[in-house]
């Protein structure tokens, strides 16, 4: 099974872009890179996914290498609410119902 | 507000009580699950059930026991909890063919006396 691994935690000024990184080297040519976060006492929140190309929705952008072994999430202008715990996943799109894991996530702390 | 509703938010039960999770989804998804957060640990996957049909069982022991009547209901019934099963569920649901995309619910925070 392909697995991430993500910074623990990472500050980030308010309004400016956070950038956050995902190494996943050991991913399979069938499986996404998926992206949530959960807010503190909150259930995670769904952001965005993908394959091969980079993909952009109104929550965030997701840049993924040539090679795929590692991507990064853009959060464009963070907000104070954009604090929270942000976990980065790998897992094939169907039939993998107990691979998608959940790791420990980047804690990612945006500041005044 | 996600279309994951759970109740009750939060549970205080004695080890010898029996209790019962609900969770409810208005996404027209056709999976559910149950997971489990414990203090400073990741989430755990519990239970996954697609077309109503239970299709994962992640070695959780037997006081744990799920109920999917319809693609839109999902229960997790308790029963004889330790203390260490103390923790938040979390219920989510998504479509069978994109389960990846999971829509969650607020949780029930169970504390077990």
């Known amino acids: 099974d392909a697995k991430t691994t993500q910074p623990p935690s990472m500050d980030c000024a308010e309004g400016r872009a956070a950038n956050l990184p995902c190494n996943h080297s050991t991913i399979s040519g069938n499986e996404y890179v998926y992206w949530y976060r959960q807010i503190h006492s909150q259930g995670p929140q769904y952001i965005i996914h993908?394959?091969?190309n980079n993909e952009t929705n109104e929550m965030a952008s997701l840049i993924i290498t040539e090679d795929r072994k590692s991507s990064t999430l853009i959060l464009p202008h963070a907000t104070l609410r954009d604090t929270a715990v942000y976990y980065c996943?790998?897992?094939?799109?169907?039939?993998?119902?107990?691979?998608?894991?959940f790791g420990a996530g980047t804690q990612v702390v945006v500041t005044p | 507000e996600t279309g994951v509703t759970q109740t009750p938010r939060h549970l205080v039960m004695g080890m010898t009580n029996k209790k019962s999770l609900k969770c409810e989804q208005h996404l027209g998804h056709n999976a559910m699950y149950w997971y489990k957060q414990s203090a400073k640990k990741p989430l755990e996957l519990m239970f996954v059930y697609s077309l109503e049909e239970r299709v994962e069982n992640n070695s959780v022991p037997s006081r744990f026991s799920p109920e999917c009547p319809n693609s839109s209901h999902l229960f997790l019934h308790l029963h004889t909890l330790q203390p260490e099963d103390s923790a938040l569920y979390l219920c989510?649901?998504?479509?069978?063919?994109?389960?990846?995309?999971?829509?969650f619910g607020p949780g029930t925070r169970l504390t077990v006396l």
């Open positions: 989510a649901s998504s479509q069978e063919s994109s389960f990846g995309e999971q829509f």
């Open positions: 996943i790998v897992s094939a799109k169907t039939d993998s119902w107990g691979k998608f894991q």
């Open positions: 993908g394959l091969k």
